[in-house]
């Protein structure tokens, strides 16, 4: 999986760091686009906190990037897909949380019928609302959001990121 970028407290907060003096805890995780037959992509709005992301997730004791890809899609967007290719990897380093994140994105396409989403408790406090856009929509939606929380800063940047990337390799 090929680097596209590196993201930490210096372009979300705009405080210098020190990668050096800190023991950061490392989570690796898969997302995805994932398109339908109307050419839209899924995008997930946590309304809570007033942000836009990629559909995906952590990857659990147990799974592997794909395994944990298939299982965060048919929990956040109710969606069985075909895995077309890799969009890239995002490391990120979240000082306050003390947190080193690996995320893998992959292009995908959505096969059989769309399904109730089975959000965890987490998601549905956070108010997670599942929506189908253009690819360029989606990236609109996520310029213009302004997130109300730290994560949300990052998750902001990281999947804007996905979704410039995917209309760069024309996805």
């Avoid at 990037?65 to 995002?90: P, T």
Wanted: proline letters at 2%.
């Amino acid at each position: 999986m090929r680097l596209i970028r590196e993201i930490d407290d210096t372009q979300i907060t705009g405080e210098e760091m020190n990668l050096m003096d800190i023991t950061f805890n490392v989570r690796k995780s898969s997302r995805a686009i994932v398109s339908n037959s109307s050419e839209q992509v899924a995008i997930i709005y946590v309304s809570k906190d007033k942000y836009h992301k990629l559909p995906g997730g952590g990857i659990e004791e147990g799974e592997n990037y794909m395994s944990a890809l298939h299982r965060e899609l048919m929990e956040e967007a109710g969606v069985e897909v075909n895995v077309l290719g890799d969009i890239g990897m995002i490391m990120e380093y979240r000082k306050d949380h003390r947190l080193f994140q690996i995320s893998n994105c992959y292009n995908t396409e959505m096969i059989g019928e769309l399904v109730e989403p089975s959000l965890t408790k987490d998601e549905r406090s956070k108010g997670f609302v599942l929506k189908w856009v253009s690819l360029d929509e989606a990236i609109v939606l996520l310029e213009n959001d302004h997130p109300r929380n730290y994560a949300g800063k990052f998750i902001k940047e990281r999947d804007l990121t996905f979704l410039k990337e995917a209309v760069k390799t024309n996805v």
